[in-house]
């Protein structure tokens, strides 16, 4: 046997001694060289997305006259984008936060949200029936506020004490498949305890309506969603950026050995992450809650995905990458499939707005794992 | 208290009361409050109250390692703790109930529905609040204190005892199928389940008991000669292994004829998720790869069958052909469907190659559902018909003889595809492929070193998945004859995982095991139908936490376990043997072995 590996050798399980990484990356260099198809690949596959996507767009606002979409059309798409996705937003940081930490996907997360979501639920209802809602509407809103973030808080907290604490350092897949099973669990205690129809949510009255700005008109709604997720967003920077805990965090996403080593307690910064991620969920839970005024059990599962899908948009581990990427993906969402299918005369575009989501996952999964504001890690994703 | 310390009783009792609360407000209680298992005494509701202290009381005296050694109770502390820790679980629980007769039931239903009057006089034996609570104090005493001694008890005695109990609890649950069973083998059933409650008599279930118990006391005495003779006579003589074969083959054969046709609908059920997690099992627990999105492949199959062999849509006025149809025969159409199915494998697999494990997950999980969009679109409605879905897919005949009814008919054509599918999958895991897959899931970055071409390995992983997933499609197509997209829920692959997951990843037996357990038992007991998905998730949770290598291990995997695990033990006695204090505890808890490294 000569030293050059043999054919059957190369696609088998033969040995090919390649000591050192160098020389792996070398040896997966020159293959790479030999046959770059998946570069090929790529290229082919992004420009006829581009294509696809461009003469959709060219398509759709060249259409005629009575079928197009009218200037304000576009308008409230892009507020409606915009509410959306500050919602996303929200609901991402908590992916972000814990997978920056723990490196786990947990998969849960929406299910945090939709406890918040019911958990207010009940307040909201009944002030409504006595009225409270509207003879103090601020306090009610604080009341159901805090009360949505102390029940996403604690679903949170059993969450990572009783499925992930004991499972920290096995391999990825056994966290996933745990946070997959507690996701289905909740969901079904939720079917369990609240039962299984969809129920209205009450909002007060000084919410409804619209206003008037530069000639647009925003729905109050969506206007105080953005509001109350920028003010979220910019604290919890702050917060991250300033205090000490905020700090220990911080030491602990980059090396949590290192950090436990320099006295910081690893298990209160999980918890505590685990918390803050609550914390955001609930909030978003109220401000989606009173967006389509209805709760119901399988909600979380929806914006959950799209939550991550924005957290990996953004760039997974990166807190405005979240934020961004929530903004993105709601505007791709409330746009995309008007701006792009209608052009291809497909009935109904809006129909196919969650394919609309994965499908921007996969394709910055493959074309840019790292997200927008990713890193750039060497490291495979 | 011996080594047992009075504070971990406490709070396992309060931690085993906030079980019961759970289990009364998500309604599993009242749900089988009246199912009767054995007389009209025992019903599951009652079972399930008595469960958590129990529990409690067997967790609460879990041996410790103590200076390298590890300590039991005895069984007099044992017992004692266990006592203790289920008198406060019923504590616990009495007084929630006590909390919540005194803020009124009907306020507390507005926000959880389960909670009605009903339950609370379930749970208080309809004897009245006081006494009520007394008996449920009375009865986690004594289930606590039984589940101490089940631990710290006589080993044999103990296993004798739970095999019997557990084979009562069994054959009550079963009652319906081995009632149905025993009709038709016209075996005389009365004096083992009664007519009127329809549960196991008392007098039957004290049988059952002596009988399981009995055996195994027996199994215990002579059985570790026995099992060597037989494991001996299975590795020497291949007749020995070709006689067993043909002994199951026969009795799945003719197992349809003894339970009649709504059990064989619910076994053609399990013969389809045998499929499913038999591909999946290829995809995960062969080569590592997690795929959620495996309905994809589901649903491919089924709509292609309907497709090539002549369904037509589903329409508000009738019926009426799609865009794209051919007719051809079932038996021609399938492998153009596996075909197809492959070549869909590698094109979801390729463009998530490079994905990391719980990346791929998440990808593959929007792929499945971008396939139910589609397939409920008015975008592709002329094709597969939107959400009225389409018919009139082939039963699959030949000369006249259907294999949709009765389902006895179908569970051949399944079982003669499982078997293929069982075959391959097995000769698979032992082949150059097979080890290449090992390879890859225990560490990529090796395998890749080592020349293992894990670009096309992976790529071969998601086709060979793929193929056999579409076959489960096409049969399940075949089954019900009409499909709809909400057939094709995100659900069926999370259920295909969990069939896959309880077994064991990578365990043949173990897909067959999990499909029986997930898909029979809930086909057979309806009343469970609306717990199933609840289960499934808590089931998932324990599994990865308590035993991640599922119930019926892959040899292989499992027998590293053991000699590591021995080595382990020989490594802590030495220690303490050498009087040699040993201050760290080996870090996993014995029984648990990550076997992937990802």
Same mark, same amino acid.
């Given at each position: 046997?000569?030293?050059?590996?043999?054919?059957?050798?190369?696609?088998?399980?033969?040995?090919? &001694?390649?000591?050192?990484?160098?020389?792996?990356?070398?040896?997966?260099?020159?293959?790479? $060289?030999?046959?770059?198809?998946?570069?090929?690949?790529?290229?082919?596959?992004?420009?006829? #997305?581009?294509?696809?996507?461009?003469?959709?767009?060219?398509?759709?606002?060249?259409?005629?006259?009575?079928?197009?979409?009218?200037?304000?059309?576009?308008?409230?798409?892009?507020?409606?984008? #915009?509410?959306?996705?500050?919602?996303?937003?929200?609901?991402?940081?908590?992916?972000?936060?814990?997978?920056?930490?723990?490196?786990?996907? &947990?998969?849960?997360?929406?299910?945090?949200?939709?406890?918040?979501?019911?958990?207010?639920?009940?307040?909201? &209802?009944?002030? $409504?029936?006595?009225?409270?809602?509207?003879?103090?509407?601020?306090?009610?809103?604080?009341?159901?506020?805090?009360?949505?973030?102390?029940?996403?808080?604690?679903?949170?907290?059993?969450?990572?004490?009783?499925?992930?604490?004991?499972?920290?350092?096995?391999?990825?897949?056994?966290?996933?498949?745990?946070?997959?099973?507690?996701?289905?669990?909740?969901?079904?205690?939720?079917?369990?305890?609240?039962?299984?129809?969809?129920?209205?949510?009450?909002?007060?009255?000084?919410? $409804?309506?619209?206003?008037?700005?530069?000639?647009?008109?925003?729905?109050?709604?969506?206007?105080?969603?953005?509001?109350?997720?920028?003010?979220?967003?910019?604290?919890?920077?702050?917060? +991250?950026?300033?205090?000490?805990?905020?700090?220990?965090?911080?030491?602990?996403? $980059?090396?949590?050995?290192?950090?436990?080593?320099?006295?910081? &307690?690893?298990?209160?910064?999980?918890?505590?992450?685990?918390?803050?991620?609550?914390?955001?969920?609930? +909030?978003?839970?109220?401000?989606?809650?009173?967006?389509?005024?209805?709760?119901?059990?399988?909600?979380?599962?929806?914006?959950?995905?799209?939550?991550?899908?924005?957290?990996?948009?953004?760039?997974?581990?990166?807190?405005?990458?979240?934020?961004?990427?929530?903004?993105?993906?709601?505007?791709?969402?409330?746009?995309?499939?008007?701006? #792009?299918?209608?052009?291809?005369?497909?009935?109904?575009?809006?129909?196919?707005?969650?394919?609309?989501?994965?499908?921007?996952?996969?394709?910055?999964?493959?074309?840019?794992?790292?997200?927008?504001?990713?890193?750039?890690?060497?490291?495979?994703? | 208290?011996?080594?047992?310390?009075?504070?971990?009783?406490?709070?396992?009792?309060?931690?085993?009361?906030?079980?019961?609360?759970?289990?009364?407000?998500?309604?599993?209680?009242?749900?089988?409050?009246?199912?009767?298992?054995?007389?009209?005494?025992?019903?599951?509701?009652?079972?399930?109250?008595?469960?958590?202290?129990?529990?409690?009381?067997?967790?609460?005296?879990?041996?410790?390692?103590?200076?390298?050694?590890?300590?039991?109770?005895?069984?007099?502390?044992?017992?004692?703790?266990?006592?203790?820790?289920?008198?406060?679980?019923?504590?616990?629980?009495?007084?929630?109930?006590?909390?919540?007769?005194?803020?009124?039931?009907?306020?507390?239903?507005?926000?959880?529905?389960?909670?009605?009057?009903?339950?609370?006089?379930?749970?208080?034996?309809?004897?009245?609040?006081?006494?009520?609570?007394?008996?449920?104090?009375?009865?986690?005493?004594?289930?606590?204190?039984?589940?101490?001694?089940?631990?710290?008890?006589?080993?044999?005695?103990?296993?004798? =005892?739970?095999?019997?109990?557990?084979?009562?609890?069994?054959?009550?649950?079963?009652?319906?199928?081995?009632?149905?069973?025993?009709?038709?083998?016209?075996?005389?059933?009365?004096?083992?389940?009664?007519?009127?409650?329809?549960? /196991?008599?008392?007098?039957?279930?004290?049988?059952?008991?002596?009988?399981?118990?009995?055996?195994?006391?027996?199994?215990?005495?002579?059985?570790?000669?026995?099992?060597?003779?037989?494991?001996?006579?299975?590795?020497?003589?291949?007749?020995?292994?070709?006689?067993?074969?043909?002994?199951?083959?026969?009795?799945?054969?003719?197992?349809?004829?003894?339970?009649?046709?709504?059990?064989?609908?619910?076994?053609?059920?399990?013969?389809?998720?045998?499929?499913?997690?038999?591909?999946?099992?290829?995809?995960?627990?062969?080569?590592?790869?997690?795929?959620?999105?495996?309905?994809?492949?589901?649903?491919?199959?089924?709509?292609?069958?309907?497709?090539?062999?002549?369904?037509?849509?589903?329409?508000?006025?009738?019926?009426?052909?799609?865009?794209?149809?051919?007719?051809?025969?079932?038996?021609?159409?399938?492998?153009?469907?596996?075909?197809?199915?492959?070549?869909?494998?590698?094109?979801?697999?390729?463009?998530? =190659?490079?994905?990391?494990?719980?990346?791929?997950?998440?990808?593959? /999980?929007?792929?499945?559902?971008?396939?139910?969009?589609?397939?409920?679109?008015?975008?592709?409605?002329?094709?597969?018909?939107?959400?009225?879905?389409?018919?009139?897919?082939?039963?699959?005949?030949?000369?006249?003889?259907?294999?949709?009814?009765?389902?006895?008919?179908?569970?051949?054509?399944?079982?003669?595809?499982?078997?293929?599918? =069982?075959?391959?999958?097995?000769?698979?895991?032992?082949?150059?492929?097979?080890? %290449?897959?090992?390879?890859?899931?225990?560490?990529?970055?090796?395998?890749?070193?080592?020349?293992?071409?894990?670009?096309?390995?992976?790529?071969?992983?998601?086709?060979?998945?793929?193929?056999?997933?579409?076959?489960?499609?096409?049969?399940?197509?075949?089954?019900?004859?009409?499909?709809?997209?909400?057939?094709?829920?995100?659900?069926?692959?999370?259920?295909?995982?969990?069939?896959?997951?309880?077994?064991?990843?990578?365990?043949?037996?173990?897909?067959?095991?999990?499909?029986?357990?997930?898909?029979?038992?809930?086909?057979?007991?309806?009343?469970?139908?609306?717990?199933?998905?609840?289960?499934?998730?808590? %089931?998932?949770?324990?599994?990865?936490?308590?035993?991640?290598?599922?119930?019926?291990?892959?040899?292989?995997?499992?027998?590293?376990?053991?000699?590591?695990?021995?080595?382990?033990?020989?490594?802590?006695?030495?220690?303490?043997?050498?009087?040699?204090?040993?201050?760290?505890?080996?870090?996993?808890?014995?029984?648990?072995?990550?076997?992937?490294?990802?």
């Amino acid at each position: 046997m000569g030293l050059r590996p043999t054919r059957s050798d190369e696609d088998g399980l033969g040995s090919r &001694n390649v000591g050192t990484d160098q020389q792996a990356r070398t040896v997966r260099l020159s293959r790479f $060289e030999r046959l770059p198809w998946r570069r090929i690949i790529l290229v082919v596959l992004g420009a006829s #997305i581009v294509a696809t996507v461009g003469i959709g767009a060219f398509r759709t606002l060249t259409l005629p006259e009575g079928q197009r979409y009218s200037a304000s059309a576009w308008g409230d798409f892009i507020v409606l984008g #915009i509410a959306q996705g500050s919602i996303y937003a929200l609901i991402a940081l908590g992916y972000t936060l814990v997978y920056g930490i723990l490196r786990m996907i &947990n998969f849960a997360h929406g299910e945090v949200f939709m406890f918040g979501a019911f958990g207010s639920f009940f307040f909201a &209802n009944a002030y $409504e029936e006595s009225g409270f809602l509207e003879r103090q509407p601020y306090v009610a809103l604080a009341i159901i506020l805090g009360v949505a973030i102390a029940t996403s808080v604690v679903v949170a907290v059993l969450l990572e004490r009783i499925a992930y604490r004991p499972l920290r350092g096995a391999p990825r897949l056994v966290p996933l498949i745990t946070a997959i099973g507690a996701s289905l669990f909740l969901q079904n205690t939720a079917r369990g305890f609240f039962g299984s129809q969809t129920r209205g949510y009450a909002k007060p009255n000084f919410l $409804e309506g619209r206003w008037e700005l530069l000639g647009v008109a925003f729905p109050k709604i969506r206007v105080i969603v953005f509001i109350v997720a920028f003010v979220s967003v910019v604290l919890l920077t702050l917060f +991250i950026a300033r205090t000490t805990t905020g700090k220990s965090m911080r030491a602990v996403a $980059e090396d949590s050995e290192i950090a436990s080593l320099m006295g910081i &307690n690893v298990d209160r910064v999980i918890v505590l992450t685990f918390a803050i991620g609550g914390i955001l969920a609930g +909030i978003a839970a109220v401000l989606f809650a009173m967006t389509f005024e209805a709760v119901n059990f399988f909600m979380g599962f929806q914006p959950g995905i799209a939550a991550f899908t924005a957290a990996v948009l953004g760039g997974i581990g990166s807190i405005a990458g979240a934020a961004l990427g929530g903004l993105m993906l709601g505007l791709l969402e409330s746009l995309g499939p008007s701006l #792009i299918l209608t052009g291809y005369q497909v009935p109904s575009p809006f129909q196919l707005k969650p394919g609309f989501t994965f499908l921007v996952l996969v394709l910055v999964l493959v074309f840019r794992p790292g997200g927008i504001l990713g890193t750039g890690e060497a490291e495979k994703v | 208290m011996g080594p047992v310390p009075l504070r971990s009783a406490l709070r396992a009792g309060v931690v085993g009361g906030a079980i019961l609360t759970y289990l009364s407000l998500v309604g599993l209680i009242e749900r089988f409050a009246d199912l009767n298992l054995v007389g009209e005494q025992v019903t599951l509701g009652r079972l399930f109250l008595v469960l958590p202290p129990f529990a409690v009381g067997y967790a609460v005296v879990r041996p410790r390692i103590v200076a390298g050694e590890r300590r039991l109770a005895s069984p007099r502390a044992g017992a004692l703790a266990g006592a203790l820790s289920g008198a406060v679980t019923m504590v616990v629980f009495d007084a929630v109930i006590a909390l919540a007769e005194w803020v009124d039931v009907g306020r507390i239903r507005q926000v959880f529905v389960t909670a009605t009057p009903g339950v609370i006089e379930f749970v208080t034996f309809e004897r009245g609040l006081a006494t009520g609570l007394g008996i449920l104090i009375g009865l986690g005493l004594v289930s606590g204190a039984i589940g101490g001694l089940a631990r710290t008890a006589n080993r044999a005695v103990a296993a004798a =005892l739970s095999v019997g109990a557990v084979t009562v609890i069994v054959m009550g649950l079963l009652q319906r199928i081995v009632l149905i069973a025993l009709v038709q083998l016209g075996i005389e059933s009365d004096f083992l389940y009664s007519p009127i409650t329809r549960s /196991l008599t008392w007098g039957g279930s004290a049988g059952l008991f002596v009988l399981a118990g009995g055996a195994n006391v027996l199994w215990h005495r002579s059985g570790p000669e026995t099992r060597e003779r037989f494991r001996g006579a299975m590795a020497e003589k291949s007749a020995a292994r070709t006689g067993i074969l043909l002994v199951v083959l026969a009795l799945l054969v003719i197992l349809p004829l003894l339970v009649g046709s709504v059990i064989s609908q619910v076994l053609g059920s399990v013969m389809i998720f045998v499929l499913l997690g038999l591909g999946l099992n290829i995809v995960v627990g062969y080569a590592g790869l997690l795929d959620l999105g495996y309905v994809a492949f589901f649903a491919f199959g089924a709509y292609m069958t309907a497709l090539l062999t002549g369904a037509t849509l589903n329409t508000t006025t009738g019926s009426a052909a799609p865009a794209f149809s051919v007719d051809l025969n079932f038996y021609i159409a399938i492998w153009v469907v596996v075909l197809l199915a492959a070549g869909m494998g590698l094109l979801i697999g390729a463009p998530v =190659l490079r994905l990391r494990g719980d990346y791929l997950a998440i990808v593959t /999980l929007g792929l499945g559902e971008i396939v139910r969009v589609l397939a409920e679109s008015r975008w592709l409605q002329p094709v597969v018909g939107g959400p009225q879905g389409m018919r009139g897919v082939t039963d699959a005949e030949i000369a006249g003889y259907s294999f949709r009814n009765p389902p006895q008919h179908f569970y051949y054509l399944a079982l003669a595809f499982v078997l293929l599918a =069982l075959f391959v999958s097995w000769r698979l895991s032992a082949s150059r492929v097979g080890r %290449a897959w090992n390879a890859m899931r225990e560490d990529e970055q090796v395998a890749d070193a080592m020349g293992v071409s894990t670009t096309k390995y992976k790529l071969l992983a998601f086709a060979m998945g793929g193929a056999v997933g579409s076959l489960g499609g096409a049969l399940f197509a075949v089954q019900i004859g009409s499909l709809t997209p909400a057939s094709f829920q995100i659900l069926v692959s999370i259920t295909a995982l969990a069939v896959v997951i309880l077994g064991g990843l990578g365990s043949l037996p173990g897909v067959v095991a999990g499909a029986l357990v997930l898909i029979g038992l809930p086909g057979l007991l309806r009343e469970f139908e609306e717990f199933r998905l609840l289960i499934y998730g808590a %089931a998932l949770v324990a599994i990865m936490v308590l035993r991640p290598q599922g119930l019926l291990p892959n040899v292989r995997r499992m027998r590293e376990l053991h000699d590591e695990e021995e080595a382990q033990d020989e490594w802590v006695k030495r220690f303490a043997d050498e009087g040699a204090a040993v201050a760290a505890v080996p870090g996993n808890p014995p029984g648990v072995e990550y076997g992937d490294p990802k």
